[in-house]
Every structure is written in structure tokens, then in C-alpha cells.
């Protein structure tokens, strides 16, 4: 039945919505799901998950329907756990993975992770970035305050890991 309504009109997707987002524009998943304008909300959504699930920001997604003609995207975005050096300033998730974020537009406050002594322009490889974003992660499971007051992780020739920890003057501000 399902497939003899994909060609009514009245089910043709004129509505896409995007939930579960904080990063990911509803223009960003709309070009990333490459939904057809002939696509009706009795077409496989298997395909479109693919699409959206393919894109840096999105962990996991599930498509769901909403008639007469809306498609609502409800998405697991990736979340950023430090900043690296690359040379600006980017995001990476608890696997090490650059995501697309701009820092400044949204704000975020989060530790810079970096090579030990790394200042003569030495960059992270992707498994030192993904050790120490694992290892940040696992610490904020275990006390978020402290990795909220972390301003800097380094990472030594070793294989340690050094933290430097914000803390507020003992004046009271």
C-alpha cells in the first residue's frame, strides 16, 4: 500500500525537520541528506540515513515520518571534547575527529590539546589527537568539573599526558 501513495502528491516531502541539534544546520543536513523533490514520506528513509549519518557532525540519525508531507531528521550530533591546534583552532570528538565547528560562533569552552614543547609548529597525529581526546573523555565521565576547569592537556614525548588546570585567584574572582 505504502508504495501505490509514494506517487500522491499529498505525501510528497514538503517539510523537512531537524531535531536533536546543536552544530548541524537544517541547511547543512538538507544538502548532506540530498533529499529528492520528488521524494514522497513512503520512500525508503534507509538511504537518506546513510547520506546524513556520512556527514563529520552526526554520530547517528533516525528519519522518521510525519503525514501528510514532513520528514523529521532526529540526529546524535558527535560532541566536541578539546580544541587543537591545526593551526586555527578546531573541535575534535572523543575519537579525535576534526569537526566542522567554528569555536567562536558557538562559543565553546574546552581545553586545547597539544604536543609537549609542541611550540616549534609540531602538529598532533590523528592517534595522539585521538589518545588524548579518549582520555579527556573518559576523565569528564568521571569528574566533569575538573575537565571543565581544564585550560590545557599536553601530551610528552613519553606518551603522558599533562594537564593544566584553570583556577580562580584566591581574591574571589
Not at 109 to 133: E, S
Amino acid at each position: 500500500m505504502p508504495e501505490a501513495l509514494a506517487g500522491v502528491e499529498a505525501f510528497r516531502i514538503r517539510e523537512i525537520r531537524l531535531e536533536g541539534n546543536r552544530f548541524l544546520s537544517q541547511e547543512e543536513a538538507a544538502k548532506a541528506a540530498a533529499i529528492s523533490p520528488l521524494a514522497s514520506v513512503w520512500d525508503d528513509l534507509d538511504p537518506i540515513e546513510a547520506r546524513l549519518r556520512a556527514h563529520p557532525l552526526v554520530a547517528d540519525v533516525r528519519a522518521k515520518r510525519r503525514f501528510h508531507g514532513t520528514l523529521v531528521l532526529d540526529v546524535v550530533e558527535r560532541q566536541p571534547v578539546a580544541l587543537v591546534p591545526n593551526p586555527p583552532l578546531e573541535p575534535v570528538d572523543a575519537l579525535g575527529t576534526i569537526l566542522p565547528i567554528d569555536p567562536a560562533e558557538h562559543h565553546l569552552d574546552l581545553p586545547i590539546i597539544n604536543l609537549w614543547g609542541g611550540g616549534g609548529g609540531m602538529a598532533l597525529t590523528a592517534a595522539q589527537r585521538r589518545l588524548v581526546a579518549g582520555e579527556i573523555t573518559r576523565l569528564a565521565q568521571w569528574d566533569p568539573e575538573l575537565v571543565a576547569g581544564l585550560s590545557e592537556v599536553t601530551l610528552d614525548p613519553r606518551g603522558d599526558l599533562r594537564a593544566e588546570v584553570w583556577r580562580r585567584d584566591d581574591q574571589g574572582e
